[in-house]
């Protein structure tokens, strides 16, 4: 007998069902089936499987749960996250009737999986938890891992960081040990996730473009896609635009053949910040709607928390305050809704700038002291440093240069001790020179302006292409006004 053919009778045998050898290892081949059209993104076959596996089951009741698993699975590959739900609560209560303990594992997890991708992240919590409880039991170590990893992904969103790292942790050791390279692919892509929310860049950087070469080793499309998603943020971040731009683009291009709406509308996002910074606030926006209208259609609400909150820092650039305080209180809604922490401690400082602004320094203060709150309560230091940025803003504007000169102070202070990811360093510096001019400390506060030129030229020599560094510099009205005092003070010299 060949290893193959011993292999599909002996999982056969230890399935669950009442039929025959001959119905169970079908099903088996099936299984395995399924792993191969995930792994390649094959959506025609998964469908085609779905429905062979539900005809089984109208013909034997112990297929009900495998079928309703399956038609779960296959309703969050086209994003009908509602319906998935759905699916999985009916395989729940056709696994826990025929008193099938791993199936009912399974269907949690599932549920927890539907619950996730519709931004309900307690009950995601909640279900994975009893599938996590139930699989420890059976003493099934790779799918209990694969629950720690998604249990860290939830955290993860929620801004619990260390308790992500840990169920990550948790998870890494088991595929290690299994030597189970897909899985591994998806951990350090989500501990990656963890390191650029707490600011550690060079470790995320690595270990994306370690995850990106498991991948297409692998042929795993949909892997490959979240990476090139990943990498280009990264690059983005860098002010490595065409670099950015080249990844994205790549995703797309897979996005659209495999049909995974999601991720597209996740690098359309990150296209749209890509050509905020440019100065196409106009092209930006066009993105970001097509984007958003994806997330609504699929309930995606994190989904759409991410798109507004690029909605408002883009009229914020093209300077309508009003209308991205308006897309800023809309972000903080959903993110109060769903408890998406990172979103809503950053809408929170945003709205303290936006505040400032437009003159309502009272609300600007309350703003800002919420998210400084909440930024050192799930450890974001870019968060941080934005919000004692805004709240020094404030105070200036206030006339109370004292408390402005404490803020910035403390900001400085942080800034030294950490490599923050989302503190554009020209703004930064540029307004502690307007604090430090306003106290009267003429020579540090050139200095600031000096070094806020050079982040800003630093930022621009970055981008080869003449027109895309001129278009750049000519972005937005901070990045203007910080070269034109630059310049009036050269010519006072």
Same mark, same amino acid.
């Given at each position: 007998?060949?290893?193959?053919?011993?292999?599909?009778?002996?999982?056969?045998?230890?399935?669950?069902?009442?039929?025959?050898?001959?119905?169970?290892?079908?099903?088996?081949?099936?299984?395995?089936?399924?792993?191969?059209?995930?792994?390649?993104?094959?959506?025609?076959?998964?469908?085609?499987?779905?429905?062979?596996?539900?005809?089984?089951?109208?013909?034997?009741? #112990?297929?009900?749960?495998? *079928?309703?698993?399956?038609?779960?699975?296959? %309703?969050?590959?086209?994003?009908?996250?509602?319906? +998935?739900?759905?699916?999985?609560?009916?395989?729940?209560?056709?696994?826990?009737?025929?008193?099938?303990?791993?199936?009912?594992?399974?269907?949690?997890?599932?549920?927890?999986?539907? #619950?996730?991708?519709?931004?309900?992240?307690?009950? %995601?919590?909640?279900?994975?938890?009893?599938? /996590?409880?139930?699989?420890?039991?059976?003493?099934?170590?790779?799918?209990?891992?694969?629950?720690?990893?998604?249990?860290?992904?939830?955290?993860?969103?929620?801004?619990?960081?260390?308790?992500? &790292?840990?169920? =990550?942790?948790?998870?890494?050791?088991?595929?290690?040990?299994?030597?189970?390279?897909?899985?591994?692919?998806?951990?350090?892509?989500?501990?990656?996730?963890?390191?650029?929310?707490?600011?550690?860049?060079?470790?995320?950087?690595?270990? =994306?473009?370690?995850?990106?070469?498991? #991948?297409?080793?692998?042929?795993?499309?949909?892997?490959?896609?979240?990476?090139?998603?990943? $990498?280009?943020?990264?690059?983005?971040?860098?002010?490595?635009?065409?670099?950015? /731009?080249?990844?994205?683009?790549?995703?797309?291009?897979?996005?659209?053949?495999?049909?995974?709406?999601?991720?597209?509308?996740?690098?359309?996002?990150?296209?749209?910040?890509?050509?905020?910074?440019?100065?196409?606030?106009?092209? +930006?926006?066009? @993105?970001?709607?097509?984007?958003?209208? $994806?997330?609504?259609?699929?309930?995606?609400?994190?989904?759409?928390?991410?798109?507004?909150?690029?909605? %408002?820092?883009?009229? +914020?650039?093209?300077?309508? @305050?009003?209308?991205?305080?308006? =897309?800023?209180?809309?972000?903080?809604?959903?993110?109060?809704?769903?408890?998406?922490?990172?979103?809503?401690?950053?809408?929170?400082?945003?709205?303290?700038?936006?505040?400032?602004?437009?003159?309502?320094?009272?609300?600007?203060?309350? @703003?800002?002291?919420?998210?400084?709150?909440?930024?050192?309560?799930?450890?974001?230091?870019?968060?941080?440093?934005?919000?004692?940025?805004?709240?020094?803003?404030?105070? /200036?504007?206030?006339?109370?240069?004292?408390? *402005?000169?404490?803020?910035?102070?403390?900001?400085?202070?942080?800034?030294?001790?950490?490599?923050?990811?989302?503190?554009?360093?020209?703004?930064?510096?540029?307004?502690?020179?307007?604090?430090?001019?306003?106290?009267?400390?003429?020579?540090?506060?050139?200095?600031?302006?000096?070094?806020?030129?050079?982040?800003?030229?630093?930022?621009?020599?970055?981008?080869?292409?003449?027109?895309?560094?001129?278009?750049? &510099?000519?972005?937005?009205?901070?990045?203007?006004?910080?070269?034109?005092?630059?310049?009036?003070?050269?010519?006072?010299?």
């Amino acid at each position: 007998m060949s290893k193959i053919i011993g292999w599909i009778i002996s999982n056969a045998k230890n399935f669950p069902g009442k039929t025959s050898l001959e119905d169970e290892i079908p099903f088996v081949i099936w299984q395995r089936q399924w792993e191969v059209y995930d792994v390649t993104a094959d959506r025609q076959g998964s469908e085609k499987l779905a429905r062979s596996i539900s005809l089984l089951a109208e013909a034997d009741r #112990s297929y009900g749960s495998q *079928a309703s698993y399956y038609l779960s699975a296959l %309703a969050v590959y086209r994003a009908n996250y509602k319906e +998935a739900l759905e699916f999985s609560r009916k395989g729940l209560e056709q696994a826990v009737g025929s008193g099938d303990r791993e199936g009912t594992a399974r269907m949690y997890d599932q549920m927890g999986e539907a #619950s996730y991708h519709l931004s309900d992240y307690a009950g %995601a919590t909640e279900y994975r938890m009893k599938a /996590l409880e139930i699989f420890n039991e059976l003493g099934h170590d790779i799918k209990a891992a694969d629950v720690n990893s998604d249990l860290g992904l939830t955290c993860w969103r929620i801004g619990s960081y260390a308790q992500a &790292l840990e169920y =990550y942790s948790q998870a890494q050791n088991t595929y290690e040990k299994e030597n189970d390279v897909r899985r591994q692919i998806s951990v350090k892509s989500n501990v990656a996730g963890v390191y650029l929310r707490t600011d550690r860049i060079e470790e995320a950087f690595d270990l =994306y473009q370690q995850a990106y070469a498991l #991948s297409q080793k692998m042929g795993d499309l949909i892997k490959q896609s979240t990476m090139l998603n990943n $990498i280009g943020v990264i690059l983005l971040r860098r002010s490595e635009y065409k670099e950015a /731009l080249a990844y994205l683009q790549r995703g797309v291009g897979i996005d659209r053949t495999i049909g995974n709406i999601t991720g597209e509308a996740s690098k359309l996002n990150n296209m749209a910040v890509m050509e905020g910074i440019l100065g196409n606030h106009d092209k +930006a926006l066009s @993105y970001l709607e097509k984007a958003l209208q $994806i997330d609504i259609s699929t309930g995606n609400l994190n989904g759409q928390a991410s798109k507004l909150n690029n909605m %408002a820092d883009l009229w +914020a650039m093209k300077q309508d @305050y009003k209308k991205a305080l308006e =897309y800023s209180l809309e972000t903080i809604d959903l993110s109060r809704k769903i408890n998406a922490k990172d979103y809503l401690c950053h809408s929170l400082v945003k709205n303290s700038e936006l505040c400032t602004l437009l003159g309502r320094c009272r609300e600007a203060i309350e @703003y800002g002291r919420e998210g400084i709150t909440l930024a050192r309560e799930i450890g974001s230091n870019s968060a941080i440093i934005l919000g004692l940025s805004y709240m020094a803003n404030v105070y /200036l504007k206030l006339g109370d240069t004292k408390t *402005a000169m404490d803020y910035s102070d403390e900001s400085l202070e942080l800034l030294k001790k950490q490599n923050v990811f989302e503190v554009a360093l020209e703004k930064y510096y540029f307004q502690r020179y307007e604090i430090l001019k306003a106290v009267g400390r003429e020579k540090q506060s050139m200095e600031c302006l000096e070094t806020a030129y050079r982040e800003l030229v630093k930022r621009a020599q970055e981008i080869h292409d003449p027109e895309e560094r001129n278009k750049f &510099l000519n972005s937005t009205i901070d990045i203007r006004t910080i070269t034109q005092e630059w310049k009036k003070m050269k010519d006072s010299l």
